[in-house]
């Protein structure tokens, strides 16, 4: 792996291991509330059955993992250590293995998975641009906004479909374009008559189709579909409460800093409280929620 993307992954580890990954745990179960519309679109799409091994990339508290497993869970056979090198030979049973990079999230997942009795879970720390997997120990990847934080993409794909069998499949769910996200455009148009918007983020080829199958594509995918989903995504009980969770946003608090100036950036986020008011219903703040549907098979 070249230096800059060794560099590039430690900062993305650092990040999720540290401040991002406190911040996700803090507000599990309202990114959990925010993606229940989202969510079946995956699994109608991944469409495990039982006895197959799934791989959940950038499983972060493991709720997708959990999933995985109980739809994977079939016949008695090997458990989840059959995934890794040197465990022995797959089993009948089916399991599924999460991967993340952030230990204090993968921390999480294993206690809700003991706590929900699902044992043919397994979560690990890793990369997945150098998937820790053995070579066709997976028959299905998803993964829930997990792919969009690569590096270098094409060596993940490269090394996820490594892992995967021949016939294997994937599934998962990326954002669109920011400005066609609520949770993100509302911030990002009132920030944005004020200070200039940062440029693309690590994983912006994720919102272009094109490139996405072009990615696929050059790691051995075939029958990529990508289609448009479109939820309404739940962000809080009330309007102060999904301002306590925008303000401490990352990308927030950047552009609060660019602004450098306490009064405007106040003003700004009373303009976001002001969009945000108009989408209260009696069960809280709804928002529009914009992500692609990614699925391709191995020949």
């Known amino acids: 792996?070249?230096?800059?993307?060794?560099?590039?992954?430690?900062?993305?580890?650092?990040?999720?291991?540290?401040?991002?990954?406190?911040?996700?745990?803090?507000?599990?179960?309202?990114?959990?509330?925010?993606?229940?519309?989202?969510?079946?679109?995956?699994?109608r799409a991944a469409r495990i059955s039982p006895g197959e091994r799934v791989l959940d990339v950038g499983c972060g508290c493991g709720a997708t993992t959990i999933a995985a497993a109980r739809a994977a869970r079939g016949p008695a056979g090997a458990g989840p250590d059959a995934w890794l090198p040197g465990q022995g030979e797959p089993g009948s049973g089916g399991s599924a293995v999460g991967l993340d990079l952030s230990g204090p999230m993968l921390e999480v997942a294993r206690r809700l998975a003991v706590q929900a009795g699902v044992a043919n879970a397994r979560f690990v720390q890793g990369d997945a641009?150098?998937?820790?997997?053995?070579?066709?120990?997976?028959?299905?990847?998803?993964?829930?906004?997990?792919v969009m934080f690569f590096d270098d993409p094409a060596a993940a794909f490269a090394s996820i479909a490594a892992a995967l069998g021949h016939r294997s499949?994937?599934?998962?769910?990326?954002?669109?374009?920011?400005?066609?996200?609520?949770?993100?455009?509302?911030?990002?148009?009132?920030?944005?008559?004020?200070?200039?918007?940062?440029?693309?983020?690590?994983?912006?080829?994720?919102?272009?189709?094109?490139?996405?199958?072009?990615?696929?594509?050059?790691?051995?995918?075939?029958?990529?579909?990508?289609?448009d989903v479109s939820e309404p995504a739940w962000m809080g009980s009330d309007v102060a409460d999904v301002m306590s969770y925008v303000r401490g946003m990352s990308m927030i608090r950047s552009l609060a800093a660019d602004l450098g100036d306490e009064t405007l950036t106040e003003r700004v986020l009373a303009?976001?409280?002001?969009?945000?008011?108009?989408?209260?219903?009696?069960?809280?703040?709804?928002?529009?929620?914009?992500?692609?549907?990614?699925?391709?098979?191995?020949?």
């Open 1 to 43: 792996m070249a230096e800059g993307s060794r560099a590039a992954n430690a900062a993305q580890a650092q990040r999720w291991n540290g401040e991002s990954g406190r911040y996700w745990i803090a507000h599990r179960e309202r990114h959990l509330a925010g993606h229940r519309h989202l969510i079946p679109h995956l699994f």
């Open 129 to 146: 641009q150098a998937c820790p997997l053995r070579r066709d120990s997976c028959d299905v990847m998803i993964s829930s906004f997990g």
């Open 271 to 299: 303009t976001v409280a002001e969009q945000y008011a108009a989408r209260q219903r009696p069960d809280g703040v709804w928002v529009r929620a914009a992500a692609w549907l990614v699925t391709a098979h191995r020949a």
């Open 169 to 227: 499949r994937l599934a998962f769910l990326c954002w669109q374009h920011d400005m066609h996200n609520e949770l993100f455009a509302i911030p990002l148009r009132a920030f944005g008559a004020h200070t200039r918007l940062p440029g693309p983020a690590v994983g912006h080829l994720f919102t272009d189709p094109r490139q996405v199958t072009e990615l696929l594509s050059g790691a051995g995918w075939e029958d990529i579909q990508i289609d």
